[in-house]
């Protein structure tokens, strides 16, 4: 398994942007395809965007065309960046890993209020 920590999460505002970041502990980060998710209270976990190992990215409806994600294999790094941001994008936000391999992050808060 893969050791994944996110960042970045918070409090912002209807229309605000915020840029989360996932480090891997793995070596081979290259060669994972890594995604984000999001689970908001009372609701099932889902899939915002993914990432493979060639840099082909898929997203979920509700997302496109305000969040991207990205990494940085050197760095051994995901991101996701959000844009126009809206309430219904509250949620925490968890980064996954795999495969190969199916590894999960603890978990970051966004919270989009006025």
Known sequence: ???LVESGGGLV???GSLRLSCAAS???FGLYV???FRQAPGKQRELVAGISSTDNTNYADSVKGRLTISRDNAK???YLQMNDLKPEDT???YCHGGPPGDSWGQGTQVTISS
């Open 1 to 3: 398994q893969v050791q």
């Open 13 to 15: 505002q209807p229309g």
């Open 26 to 28: 793995t070596s081979i």
């Open 34 to 36: 890594m995604a984000w």
């Open 76 to 78: 051994k790094q995901v």
């Open 91 to 93: 949620a925490v936000y």
